[in-house]
């Protein structure tokens, strides 16, 4: 299992650094959520945020961590493409924000 976590994380490393490689302009001005890597992360949040609410329609509960809904609701702990850490932020319900856009 948590064999499994590591792979899956280095797996999404390895998507966030060839996304980084293929998409031009990546850092300096990705604060601006109209970008192709704001809009991305945008999707990403929502599709968090969707996940959160599957989850709790199936088991009548909040997960506590975005590893908890991988291999159910979700395929893989989503990366933002300009290089933004998602923070999961507790709550009824949970939501995510990304330190580069913010909240979905
Ligand atoms: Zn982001």
């Given at each position: 299992m948590r064999k499994t976590m590591l792979?899956?994380?280095g797996l999404?490393?390895?998507?966030a650094l060839a996304l980084a490689l293929v998409l031009p302009?990546?850092?300096?001005s990705?604060?601006?959520r109209t970008s192709p890597q704001g809009r991305t992360c945008l999707a990403n949040m929502r599709t968090?945020?969707?996940?959160?609410?599957s989850y709790n329609?199936?088991?009548d509960a909040y997960p506590k961590n975005m590893q908890?809904?991988?291999?159910?609701?979700?395929?893989?702990v989503p990366v933002c493409p300009a290089?933004?850490?998602?923070?999961?932020v507790d709550g009824q319900p949970p939501t995510i924000k990304c330190t580069i856009h913010g909240t979905p």
């Open positions: 792979v899956l994380m999404a490393l390895v998507a302009g990546c850092g300096s990705a604060s601006s968090v945020d969707s996940a959160i609410e329609a199936l088991k908890q809904m991988v291999g159910e609701m979700l395929k893989k290089g933004g850490k998602y923070i999961w």
